[in-house]
Every structure is written in structure tokens, then in C-alpha cells.
């Protein structure tokens, strides 16, 4: 595994330190790959769901429309 070093502020260095313990991560580096890994998971379905979007087309609906339809499909 590689090794570097980073300079981050010091609340950032609390929050990070937090979220190990809470995340039960046995160190900082640990947790800070998991939420690298995570981000980039994020990123990927975020850029795939863009793509789709762009190519399923123009819809033809009203923004009106298209809201109403989501507030029926959640139940509200």
C-alpha cells in the first residue's frame, strides 16, 4: 500500500477522526480510502445516469406534468 502525506485544517482532521471511530474504520487511512471509494462510485453512477438522461431524449411532457407525475409515483 502506498504512503503519503496531506495538510488539512485542523476540523477537518476532527471530522475525519470522528468518522473513523463512528464508522468502526481500524485507522484514518482506512476510512479515508472508503470515502475516496465511495465518492468515486457516486461520481460513476451520477455520469451514467447523465448519459441516460441525454439520450433517452427531449420529453414532451410540462415541467407541471412531469412533477405531478413524480408526486403520484411517491404517493403524495
Not at 485544517?9 to 468518522?19: K, T, V, W
Not at 468515486?40 to 411532457?61: M, P, Y
Amino acid at each position: 500500500m502506498e504512503h503519503f502525506d496531506i495538510s488539512v485544517p485542523r476540523e477537518i482532521r476532527d471530522a475525519l477522526e470522528q468518522g473513523a471511530r463512528d464508522g468502526g474504520f481500524p485507522d484514518l487511512g482506512d476510512y479515508v480510502a472508503a470515502l475516496v471509494r465511495d465518492h468515486a462510485q457516486r461520481r460513476a453512477w451520477l455520469t451514467a445516469a447523465l448519459i441516460e438522461g441525454e439520450q433517452s431524449g427531449i420529453d414532451d411532457r410540462s415541467i407541471e406534468d412531469i412533477i405531478a407525475q413524480g408526486r403520484k409515483r411517491a404517493g403524495l
